[in-house]
C-alpha cells in the first residue's frame, strides 16, 4: 500500500462548481499536510498546508484534515478554468523527517 | 525575485548518451531534491542533499548521479539514459525549519522534460 493515496481522476466540472478533492494516507506519524498545485509542463507550486488535524481557509480554497480517518480534502469553491490544473497533496512527519510523501495528482478541468 | 531554475526546460538525447541537468536557486536554501516525475505519475523523489551531505533514495539507479559544487548549485547526471528514463525532472529546495508547526516548505523549478530517442 502506498503511503499516499489519491484519485487521479480526470475531474471535470462546470465553472462555479465546488469541488472537493480528497486522498488518504496510512503512516499514523504525517503531521504536515500539504496541497501543490502543478500546472501542464510546470514544476508543482504549494498551495496551501495545515498542520495535524483541522480545517484551513485561504480564499476560495479550504484545506481538511482527520487524522483520526486518515483523510486529507481540499475544497475549491466558485471553480474558475484557471483553477484547471493537477493537484497533488503531500505530507511529511516533519523534525528531522523532512523528505514529502505525494500522491499521484488529480488532473482537474474546469469548462467555462 | 527568489528563485529555482532549471535548464535545460527540453533536453534531447539519444539512448546511451549522458546527458547533464542543471538547477540553480536563488533562496540560499540548504536542501536540494531531485524527483523523476512521469505522466499521471507523483513525483519520484532520487535524492537530494542536505548542505554538503548526498542522500540517495535506496530505489534510485546507479545510472543517476549528482553533484552539488555550491550551496545554489546542483546536478542531475544520467549516465546512460534509456527509453523508461524519458520523464520530467523537477528539481526542488527548502529549508527545514524542525519540529513545532512550521512546514518545511518545497519550492519546485519549472522542470526538464527529457526526451530519450
Known amino acids: 500500500q502506498k503511503e499516499v493515496e489519491q484519485d487521479p481522476g480526470p475531474l471535470s466540472v462546470p465553472e462555479g462548481a465546488i469541488v472537493s478533492l480528497n486522498c488518504t494516507y496510512s503512516n499514523s506519524a504525517f503531521q504536515y499536510f500539504m496541497w501543490y498545485r502543478q500546472y501542464s509542463r510546470k514544476g508543482p507550486e504549494l498551495l496551501m498546508y495545515t498542520y495535524s488535524s483541522g480545517n484551513k481557509e485561504d480564499g476560495r480554497f479550504t484545506a481538511q484534515v482527520d487524522k483520526s480517518s486518515k483523510y486529507i480534502s481540499l475544497f475549491i469553491r466558485d471553480s474558475q478554468p484557471s483553477d484547471s490544473a493537477t493537484y497533488l497533496c503531500?505530507?511529511?512527519?516533519?523534525?528531522?523527517?523532512?523528505?514529502?510523501?505525494f500522491g499521484k495528482g488529480t488532473l482537474l478541468t474546469v469548462n467555462p | 525575485d527568489a528563485m529555482v531554475i532549471q535548464n535545460p526546460r527540453y533536453q534531447v538525447t539519444q539512448f546511451g548518451k549522458p546527458v547533464t541537468l542543471s538547477c540553480s536557486q536563488t533562496?540560499?536554501?540548504?536542501?536540494m531534491y531531485w524527483y523523476q516525475q512521469k505522466s499521471s505519475q507523483a513525483p519520484k523523489l532520487l535524492f537530494h542533499y542536505y548542505d554538503k551531505d548526498f542522500n540517495n533514495e535506496a530505489d534510485t539507479p546507479d545510472n543517476f548521479q549528482s553533484r552539488r559544487p555550491n550551496t545554489s548549485f546542483c546536478f542531475l547526471d544520467i549516465r546512460s539514459p534509456g527509453l523508461g528514463d524519458a520523464a520530467m525532472y523537477l528539481c526542488?529546495?527548502?529549508?527545514?525549519?524542525?519540529?513545532?508547526?512550521?512546514?518545511?516548505?518545497?519550492?519546485f523549478g519549472p522542470g526538464t522534460r527529457l526526451t530519450v530517442l
Open positions: 526542488a529546495t527548502s529549508r527545514p525549519q524542525g519540529s513545532g508547526g512550521s512546514i518545511d516548505t518545497q519550492y
Open positions: 533562496l540560499n536554501h540548504n536542501v
Open positions: 503531500a505530507a511529511n512527519s516533519g523534525g528531522s523527517n523532512y523528505k514529502l510523501t
